[in-house]
């Protein structure tokens, strides 16, 4: 079975350390230093499902899909040899504006936490966190590991945050 990648999904999966290891040892930086143009979407983007091209008037960088190389990404720069502040500017703008670029669907409406309950502002707290529990790899790790009642390390694999989390008992607020 041939599974067929455009470069719309490959930019709409794309993450901040991808885009960084793309760019190499200097890529962080060049997305920083890249996220300081100022880019008007309407007339110095172009993105099809197998182009992508942004012009900074100074350079156009280009990005397409690579046949050759697994459908890996092709970019470059029309001034620069290697990995630039242009290319940056085209990362940063990719990473920053994927829903304007339509490269991701809004979020869902949420109702304002002013207008609701405070048994409806927990649920709705579980809620999200059991979902992200699903999603995202985390690692949990105990304080005190002869203790069940003690405090717990939640640190997230993507993100690189760690929060603490205190068990107390076995009924919530306890």
Known sequence: MTIIINLKDKLSHLTHRQACKLLGPQGEKLIRQGGKYDIDLSEQVILKKDFFQLNLNDAVVTIRLDP??????NFQCNVCATACDHLGAAFSLILEEKLSLGLAAPPPEKIPIESLTDEELVKQAIEERMARAGKERMQVKSINGHEL???????????????RVALRGWERGE
């Open 68 to 73: 050759e190389k697994n459908q890996r990404l």
């Open 149 to 163: 009642w003690t405090d717990y390390t939640v640190s997230n694999y993507a993100s690189g945050k760690t929060y």
